[in-house]
């Protein structure tokens, strides 16, 4: 399958979790890509965010869509672009999200909710959700299962 791993990724967090991702879609015979959002400035006080890169999701026929935990809520930029994309039809979709501190619950798990529930509404099916702890020792584990739970997709 093709597939997309649209990620926002302000310090590379997200992006080296991306890039795991992909090596494993490949190992399965997957032709996977990483796109990347983006918006002008990324300052979080931002009311008015301007995307710059807009992925185009259309051409692909499974997505992954990753990005950052901003004040524990979904990173705006990641957001803003959620709503752009237009109906997903019955695509598969896995989310996930990073954030610095060590537990799901403040802010992991909503943002990532966030995240699916916008997919959702735009008809997607949702494969698979993940968060990962980035100052978590168990981090690594958590992104080695990640990489293999969504690699199933
Ligand atoms: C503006 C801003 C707000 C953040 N808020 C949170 C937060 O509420 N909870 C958290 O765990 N991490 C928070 N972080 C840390 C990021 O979620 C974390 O470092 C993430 O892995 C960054 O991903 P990236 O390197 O792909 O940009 C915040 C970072 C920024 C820049």
């Known amino acids: 399958m093709n597939i997309g791993i649209i990620?926002?990724?302000q310090t590379g967090n997200t992006l080296s979790v991306a890039e795991k991702l992909r090596a494993a879609l490949a190992l399965e015979g997957h032709n996977a890509k990483i796109e990347r959002v983006a918006a002008e400035g990324e300052k979080p006080q931002d009311k008015d965010i301007k995307l710059i890169s807009i992925p185009d999701c259309e051409k692909y026929d499974a997505l992954v869509f990753g990005a950052p935990v901003w004040a524990f809520s979904l990173s705006p930029v990641m957001r803003e672009y959620l709503k752009l994309v237009p109906a997903l039809g019955?695509?598969?979709?896995?989310?996930f999200?990073?954030?610095h501190f060590g537990k799901p619950w403040?802010?992991?798990?909503?943002?990532?909710?966030q995240m699916s529930k916008m997919c959702s509404q735009?008809?997607?099916s949702i494969s698979g959700t993940g968060v990962i702890n980035w100052s978590?020792?168990?981090?690594?584990?958590?992104?080695?299962q990640l990489t293999s739970r969504f690699s199933q997709i």
Do not use: W
């Not at 019955?90 to 989310?95: E, S, T």
């Not at 978590?136 to 080695?144: G, H, Y």
């Open 7 to 9: 990620i926002h990724s």
């Open 90 to 95: 019955a695509k598969k979709v896995c989310c």
């Open 97 to 99: 999200v990073t954030q």
């Open 106 to 113: 403040l802010g992991g798990n909503r943002s990532v909710k």
């Open 122 to 124: 735009k008809g997607a």
């Open 136 to 144: 978590s020792k168990e981090k690594e584990n958590q992104i080695a």
